[in-house]
């Protein structure tokens, strides 16, 4: 019994043997508890790290966080691991169909790189952080015995099918169905799949679609081809399911069903090769000031242009995301927070996601991503105030020295004072500064911090955008992150304040290291 974990286990045994054979105090006693009766046959394979999935599902969040660090002292594991086990365990257990299992899911890689961010010694956090949010939802829905992900007969999955098709059975609430054609689809290399599966993430205005869809197929990355089906699948799940809930409160559908293929058409988009031209800063910055200041068909008619006049896609996507960018600087007072599933927040994620993804799939698709992409950043409502720093935030800065401006920085974050917090990272990037030790800094915080489950996200958000973004420009991505980390320091997912993340302490003193 020692040397097998508790799905080969229960795949021997049957569903319900284990509590009839054993007696339910003797089952309860070796650690199987009766969740695991109703898990059998029904459950998925995943070879040699079954064993750590089994323990993420099966164990509540503060017994499991010493048994992980004991992991990662012994060499047992290490963080790409514990992420590998993590996301399968949510996928399995979620199906990509709660909320905050999804957003759980969404943070597991950033989690892992904002580990290369902070010192050696912390390096756990990040990740302890999220694993702790993923462990204790999963407990939350019923531990082990909840399983929205079962097997499909392999006998059911035989033949192509086309994106389009797998996009009617999502908009005719088809779970089963769709289920059983990108599970044909996955038969063939995952890189064509992925481009089958587009459609539905083309097809509805939801952040969440946009960014799974993107951090499903770096998951893909790291877990390997014979994970990729449970990893993906969840997209099409969560497509359904969202359908299912517009239906089911009369909602129309999203008005990009019509817009895309009308673009489509009227810009000759079909066919077309991606063009390379860079037409300067001034083009980008009216394009994102287009974006952010028209409606949504008219932003996406100016993408579809644009993208018709032969202008770089990675131009294009920069445009969508310094417009999206603008949705956090320019966020006036009356809405105190910045962070979380703030406007800004959101459509900078999403249209980070897009620009990700326009990298990896064919060229239609790309083109018709970064469409939805501006159409997604321009629903919201510009806001009317100036942007952050203002002339005031400024004033309130009485030194340019390059340490001071970054205490002032941590003063301002510790403080929540955005508009200061804002002002000293503006004023630190003026002089070609290196961005390195603001993004140390503000790692800090985001480890510590709830974020209302977007924190790690939007970090690496950030992070790649100020990477792709041109020198002009890309400090406004690091204003936006000092920004919104003052917002969120302190509050918990109910914006009570006082709160640290869920388990933070905890892995602090288990690690040895300064809370």
């Not at 992900?149 to 098709?165: D, F, V, Y």
């Not at 390997?224 to 699948?233: F, S, V």
Request: proline content about 4%; charged content about 25%; glycine content about 8%.
């Amino acid at each position: 019994m020692t040397s097998r974990n508790r799905r080969q286990f229960m795949g021997d045994v049957g569903r319900g043997m284990l509590t009839v054979g054993l007696g339910a105090s003797t089952a309860s006693m070796m650690g199987f508890s009766t969740a695991f009766a109703e898990e059998g046959a029904e459950s998925l394979s995943f070879g040699e790290l079954d064993a750590l999935v089994d323990l993420m599902q099966s164990t509540p969040p503060d017994r499991l966080q010493p048994l992980l660090v004991n992991k990662l002292q012994a060499g047992e594991a290490d963080l790409p691991r514990l992420i590998s086990a993590a996301a399968l365990a949510n996928a399995e257990t979620f199906g990509g169909q709660d909320y905050v299992g999804f957003h759980t899911a969404m943070a597991m890689l950033p989690a892992l790189e904002l580990a290369r961010v902070v010192p050696k010694e912390r390096q756990p956090l990040p990740v302890l952080k999220v694993l702790y949010r993923n462990s204790g939802q999963i407990q939350e829905q019923g531990g082990a015995a909840t399983k929205m992900l079962h097997p499909l007969a392999a006998e059911k999955n035989a033949g192509r099918q086309t994106g389009g098709q797998l996009r009617d059975a999502v908009r005719d609430v088809n779970m089963d169905g769709a289920e059983q054609i990108f599970a044909g689809m996955m038969q063939g290399p995952t890189e064509d799949a992925y481009n089958d599966l587009q459609p539905i993430v083309q097809d509805d205005i939801n952040v969440h679609r946009f960014v799974l869809a993107h951090r499903a197929y770096q998951l893909v990355s790291l877990l390997g081809a014979e994970h990729a089906h449970t990893i993906l699948r969840q997209c099409v799940r969560f497509c359904v399911d969202h359908e299912e809930k517009r239906v089911s409160r009369n909602n129309p559908p999203s008005a990009i069903r019509t817009v895309l293929p009308a673009l489509f058409d009227q810009y000759k988009l079909e066919g077309i090769a991606l063009g390379e031209e860079d037409p300067g800063d001034e083009w980008v910055d009216e394009l994102a000031q287009t974006i952010y200041g028209s409606p949504p068909e008219q932003a996406a008619e100016a993408a579809a242009a644009a993208l018709a006049e032969g202008v770089d896609p990675e131009v294009v996507g920069e445009a969508i995301s310094l417009a999206s960018n603008l949705l956090v600087l320019r966020q006036g007072t009356e809405n105190w927070r910045t962070h979380g599933d703030s406007a800004g927040v959101h459509t900078s994620d999403a249209a980070n996601a897009w620009r990700n993804m326009a990298r990896c799939i064919n060229d239609r698709n790309a083109i018709a991503g970064l469409i939805v992409g501006a159409f997604h950043t321009a629903r919201y409502q510009e806001f009317s105030g100036a942007a952050y720093p203002t002339e005031e935030h400024l004033a309130e800065i009485s030194s340019l020295d390059p340490d001071k401006l970054l205490a002032e920085a941590a003063d301002a974050v510790e403080n929540n004072d955005q508009g200061r917090a804002a002002a000293a990272i503006h004023l630190y990037g003026e002089h070609g500064r290196s961005a390195e030790p603001v993004f140390n800094l503000m790692a800090r915080y985001t480890v510590s911090e709830d974020g209302r489950l977007h924190g790690e996200k939007y970090f690496q958000t950030v992070r790649e955008e100020y990477a792709t973004t041109r020198e002009a420009f890309r400090w406004r991505q690091m204003v936006g992150l000092a920004r919104v980390t003052a917002s969120a320091y302190g509050y918990d997912r109910e914006d009570q304040h006082g709160h640290r993340a869920p388990g933070y302490e905890d892995a602090c003193r288990l690690l040895g290291v300064e809370v």
